[in-house]
């Protein structure tokens, strides 16, 4: 696709170039993706609005680098992956449209100051406390977070999940516009998992007939906002650390691999194709784990009972 060809000797800013860039090509992502994209862009417009000032075919490489190299001093480096990526996007199709000669972004380095943004899973105590305070909530709340912990999905495919995805006779559910290579990937389903469905399969006669599993009264899928707040609540009641949807899936993670399960298996369910990912990002046993493990090399203490110190 090309960009109004009669206007592509046009002397773009990289603000007017970053307007068309989204006009035209973010309209079949994924409305997270486009999200994402969006305050990508915001946060290098308030952290430098002269740079979209500039044309199009004047920012070098040099200048970029130095945008982000002072960013690299707030932000951390996946918000600062997310601005690269954008850009690099942007100047992709404005190469390919002839508006521009070369890309400047293509190999701008994420400065090694820039912090890694860190998810803690919950310990198991305070998952104990969280998912106890959850008995506060109403039954479709409880069920909901409850299912995350259960299922480790993300906060957009577990609101996105539908009565047609849920398999009864395998008891997997079919996680759609998945980051699987096939967009598609089978969770398998605990019994407690199992249970919850079947009975908000019940009360969802009772109301409003809705395509979602997860939904407000009226049959419209829960919002981000609405998770968080039901997920800020139950942290409250707990009286824990505030608590987020994604440290839930950081916490199912972190789960499994405490109980010793395949790493192969885990990636895919939580949806990973790069195993190393998946441990090195999602697996952070807490203290009292670590204890239990080491304690495993305790030897039989008359074997030391010869040992003069």
Known sequence: ??????????????????????????????????????????????????????????????????????????????????????????????CENGVCPANPIHKIKIPKCAKVREVLPLTKAEQKSFEEALKNLSMGDEFLIRFYLLTGLRLSECTNLEWQDWDKKTNFIYVKDSKSENGIRKVPLLPQARKILGCLEIRNRCYKKSQYIFCRKDGIKLSKSKVEYICEKASKIAQIRHTTPHMLRHSFATRMVEKKVSIKALAQIMGHSDVAFTLNTYAAPDKEFLMEQIMLLQQDETEFENIVI
């Open 1 to 94: 696709m090309y960009i109004k060809q009669m206007q592509t000797q046009k002397d773009y800013t990289v603000g007017e170039w970053l307007d068309l860039w989204f006009e035209y090509y973010t309209q079949d992502l994924k409305d997270t993706t486009k999200n994402c994209y969006y305050y990508a862009r915001l946060r290098i417009k308030n952290f430098c609005l002269d740079i979209e000032d500039i044309k199009l075919r004047k920012l070098t490489q040099m200048q970029f680098q130095m945008v982000i190299n002072a960013m690299g001093k707030k932000y951390a480096k996946s918000s600062i992956r997310h601005v690269i990526v954008v850009y690099s996007l942007a100047y992709t199709v404005a």
